[in-house]
């Protein structure tokens, strides 16, 4: 079974540049989330989804980041423009219905100079 | 609200050694808990959890937890340390629907086994 895809894994960029994570979560999961892990602050959770609706996104951190999900396969996290203390790993999770547990991507680590 | 607490952020075993990775955990509500381990440059990958079931649970890896509901706790063990379980572990809570289906997860305790 594939697991959460995410890409890129690794994103090196310039302040002020836009970027955009991408995640495919597993197949017959209704529940996106995206995270963020830094050293000082941890996992963060920043927006999840059900059913391709936003849920909550009480975690996004200001208006430079905005989270789309167009479909059930298929959900972006687009930070613009993006600052150096934007970087970080961006982990997309999914979970199916019914359950709890939520299934982690290998993230994607994000650097901005 | 929900929130969990790891009590020390790393930890360090002799191989062979017991294992022994504490959480406790605050809820309104009977809680779900589960543990995560993350290997370096890895996502999160779910260990075990509880969900009002069994109190002990087994996970994979030979790793367990016990809900204890008077001491607020879901330690994580295992009976013998081996090298490849170094490695970030992190504890989390969820209310269900009464904590909007999210997890909260603690801090992580990075687990380093010795020779």
């Known amino acids: 079974d594939a697991g959460v895809i995410q890409s890129p894994r690794h994103e090196v960029t310039e302040m002020g540049q836009e970027v955009t994570l991408r995640c495919k979560p597993i197949?017959?999961?209704?529940?996106l989330f995206w995270y963020r892990q830094t050293m000082m602050r941890g996992l963060e959770l920043l927006i999840y989804?059900?059913?391709?609706?936003?849920?909550?996104d009480s975690g996004m951190p200001e208006d430079r980041f905005s989270a789309k999900m167009p479909n059930a396969s298929f959900s972006t996290l687009k930070i613009q423009p993006s600052e150096p203390r934007d970087s970080a790993v961006y982990f997309c999770?999914?979970?199916?219905?019914?359950?709890?547990?939520?299934?982690f991507g290998p993230g994607t680590r994000l650097t901005v100079t | 609200a929900q929130s969990v607490t790891q009590l020390g952020s790393h930890v360090s075993v002799s191989e062979g050694a017991l294992v022994l990775l504490r959480c406790n955990y605050s809820?309104?509500?009977?809680?779900?808990l589960f543990w995560y381990v993350q290997y370096p440059n890895q996502g999160l990958q779910l260990l075990l959890k509880?969900?009002?079931?069994?109190?002990l649970v087994k996970g994979i890896n030979g790793f367990e937890a016990e809900f204890k509901k008077s001491e607020t706790s879901f330690h994580l063990t295992k009976p013998s340390a081996h090298m490849s379980d170094a490695a970030e572990y992190f504890c989390?809570?969820?209310?269900?629907?009464?904590?909007?289906?999210?997890?909260?997860f603690g801090t992580g305790t990075q687990l380093k086994v010795e020779l």
């Open positions: 999770a999914s979970r199916p219905s019914g359950s709890y547990e939520q299934y």
């Open positions: 197949s017959g999961h209704n529940s």
């Open positions: 989804f059900n059913n391709n609706v936003p849920i909550d």
């Open positions: 809820s309104s509500v009977p809680p779900y």
């Open positions: 509880y969900t009002s079931a069994a109190t």
């Open positions: 989390a809570v969820t209310e269900g629907r009464g904590g909007g289906n999210k997890l909260t």
